[in-house]
């Protein structure tokens, strides 16, 4: 057939002639081979005969429809099963698509019959029928459906899914062109208004949460945002949430492929600092509740009000050294060493009752925990776990602002720019602080460049050193007083040189210089 087609037109005297395989092919590019709406099903019947279940499909742009087709199944083997194969066969021979039973082999382990699949005979696999060894009859246990198979399926369009790879690709090299093309041709105030509109938008996409920062999340925990997780101590694999575990590695526990999420359940949330509790992140320190040590209650007195001692004659005695007059008392006779006294006045030099005594004061207070919370209401803490699109990308299109940034910036080390010479390469900026241009002489003053190749354009202007006044761009070119021109230029590869027609040393100037490199 011909390589080329344009198809279908109206035939004027018959010079249009298309053939079958033509409808056929434009079908096949729309359709997959298999069943339509999960039709041809295969019944038992209980006999040895089959119903394979009206419906439609679709055979390499061939369409086969059809009613309900019974079919036979050949006799049992007396003393081995076998597996015969129910098939949609399409043959381009016999320009035919039809239900095909393909018999299997006796065997004591039966082996199903093969498709047959080559540019004649295309078969599509219905079932597979499991014939036991003197059968008379078939029940529906013995047929293994094979419509949902890679044998067979069903019907759906043949584009299915959309490959955007490929065009994204070609997007970002757009992009990157497009955005190397303005970086050329747009002017410092062009560009510097698209820089703070870029910078405006990333303000506001970059406001959102960055992955591992966390939140209190007021709402019902079912309803906890797609990209955070609630901060529970949980374990995540290291493979799935790979940037949050480059943000917290294993603070919170987990080795290996595992890693733990913060615990802030019944916590509250300290900065780190010097404090011996908080000086560690992830450290964790506190209780709702505690009981006082002696150590911890504050040095204290117990006062004892005013009190009486009774003494008993059984547990008083008296020393009779002289010196002490004991007035008249009373004592109930006693025995042992209890002195006894009755109704006499003695002196005594020393008066000394029996054992010491200790006043005991009672305890009181339970000895348990006290509340240790300060005023609180529970909520969740979440964790951001993954970014989305527009935060993960945002760095790169932040890294391109700061190329921008570099491209409109001066500096006094060089600085590799985004635009390119004829040749391709790179161009390179750097400014020289030339702190006091020369007198009539030529100064050649040191630049710090390495494999410079060209110099595309030097640049700058002088100032009066002490008042920073009198400002004038350089080369200065003075055609009425030719004394008072400052020429640069003859740049050699140590320096660049400035040739002054009188006494400039009072002047300082500051040169910017544009070159490629021998090596980038």
Known sequence: ?????????????????????????????????????????VVASGSMQLTVKKG???????????????????????????????????????????????????????????????????????????????????????????RFTADCGNVVQAVQTADFNDLWIQFEQEFNDWL??????????????????????LDKVGASVPI????????????????????????????EYQRLFDMIGYTYGGSGANFNLPDMRDRVVAGVGSDTNFNTLGKKSGSSSHTLTEAEIPSHTHLQDAHNHRVSASGAYMVANGGVTIPTVAFTTGTGNNAVVSNATTTYSTVQLGASTTAT????????????????????????????????????????????????????????????WLDGSPIYRKTIHI??????????????????????????????????????????????????NISLGNFSTTGIYIDAGDDRSMYSACVTIEYTKTTD
Request: hydrophobic fraction near 40%.
């Open 435 to 484: 702190p006091s241009l020369p007198n009539t002489a030529v100064l050649q003053y040191p630049h710090g460049i390495s494999n410079i190749k060209y110099v595309i354009t030097i640049s700058g202007f002088s100032y009066a050193t002490a008042t920073g006044a009198m400002h004038a761009t350089l080369p200065i070119t003075n055609p009425n007083n030719i004394v008072s």
């Open 180 to 201: 190397t093309y303005i970086k050329t041709v747009l002017d410092g105030d062009i560009i510097g208004q698209l820089i703070i509109q870029i910078e405006s938008l």
């Open 56 to 146: 439609s499909a679709n055979l390499r742009g061939r369409m086969h429809i059809d009613d309900d087709v019974v079919i036979n199944i050949a006799n049992a083997d007396g003393s081995l099963p076998r597996i015969d194969r129910v098939v949609l066969r399409e043959d381009r021979i016999q320009r035919i698509t039809s239900v095909v039973v393909i018999q299997g082999t006796p065997a004591s382990s039966p082996v199903i019959p093969p498709l047959v699949r080559n540019n004649n005979i295309f078969d599509l696999a219905l079932a597979n029928v499991t014939i036991p060894a003197g059968a008379i009859g078939i029940s529906q246990s013995n047929v293994s459906d094979q």
């Open 212 to 239: 591992g920062g966390m939140l209190i999340w007021s709402g019902i925990k079912t309803k906890i945002p797609a990209d955070y997780l609630p901060a529970e101590g949980q374990s995540l694999l290291v493979s």
């Open 1 to 41: 057939m011909a390589g080329n087609k344009s198809l279908y037109w109206d035939a004027i005297n018959l010079d249009r002639v298309y053939y079958s395989q033509d409808l056929a092919d434009l079908l096949a590019r729309y359709f997959t081979n298999g069943v339509f709406n999960n039709s041809h099903q």
């Open 361 to 420: 004061n009672q305890n009181t207070g339970s000895g348990t925990a006290h509340n240790n919370v300060q005023p609180t209401m529970a909520q969740f803490y979440i964790i951001k776990v993954i970014g989305n699109p527009y935060t993960e990308d945002v760095r790169d299109l932040d890294a391109a602002v700061t190329n921008i940034k570099d491209d409109l910036s001066y500096s006094y080390v060089e600085r590799k720019t985004c635009k390119k």
